[in-house]
Every structure is written in structure tokens, then in C-alpha cells.
Nanobody, 122 residues
């Protein structure tokens, strides 16, 4: 069993930066594919970024060039560095993980965190 705990959310002004962290319990983290998703009020949850167990990364078009996903297997942690934040980035951000890449991309991963709120406003 893997538990995921997100942290690092908060209120930031447009153009600012935040770094989200997702720490996993258990010894299997390094073989899991992980992703960040987000859900804004009244909108469907969307995939933000994925990082595979071999460090291959993909991003949603809306965050390319602004967000960076990375992982530190020694710390069982995946990060989301968010720069040049916009009001439309406001959402609850969730991390997920699974052995199966397609499930992670589809938002159907087995393991999920509780979410962390990111608010971008002046």
C-alpha cells in the first residue's frame, strides 16, 4: 500500500512561483509512474504533468514551459515547480501514482493524495 501526501500549496500573485511536493510512503515508489492533476471549481479534473519511473515527462499544453515535474526517489517525493502562475492555474492539485502508465495518464491511478489548494490572485 502506498500513501501520498501533498504539500506546498498556497496563495500567490500572478507571475509568482510555487513548488508542490508529493511524498510517498512505502518502498515501491521508484517503480511507480506519478502525475499531478488539478481540479478547479466547477470544472473537470485535468492532467497537468506526468513523470514515469524512468523520468520521462509529459505536460498539458496549458502548462508547458511554465511547470516542471521531477522526482527524487531517495526521498520518495515527486515535485511540481510552477512558475509564471496565472489566475487560471487556481485549483486543487492532486498527485497520483500507479504501476500502469496509461492509468496514471487517464486519471485512474490506484494511489491518490488528498490534494493541496493553489490560488493565484492579486
Amino acid at each position: 500500500q502506498v500513501q501520498l501526501v501533498e504539500s506546498g500549496g498556497g496563495l500567490v500573485q500572478p507571475g509568482g512561483s510555487l513548488r508542490l511536493s508529493c511524498e510517498a510512503s512505502g518502498s515501491t515508489f521508484s517503480i511507480l509512474h506519478t502525475a499531478w492533476h488539478r481540479q478547479a471549481p466547477g470544472r473537470q479534473r485535468e492532467l497537468v504533468a506526468v513523470i514515469t519511473s524512468s523520468n520521462f515527462t509529459t505536460y498539458a499544453d496549458s502548462v508547458k514551459g511554465r511547470f516542471t515535474i521531477s522526482r527524487d526517489n531517495a526521498k520518495n517525493t515527486v515535485y511540481l515547480q510552477m512558475n509564471s502562475l496565472k489566475p487560471e492555474d487556481t485549483a486543487v492539485y492532486y498527485c497520483s501514482a500507479d504501476l500502469r502508465y496509461r492509468l496514471v495518464v487517464a486519471g485512474l491511478g490506484t494511489y491518490w493524495g488528498q490534494g493541496t489548494q493553489v490560488s493565484v490572485s492579486s
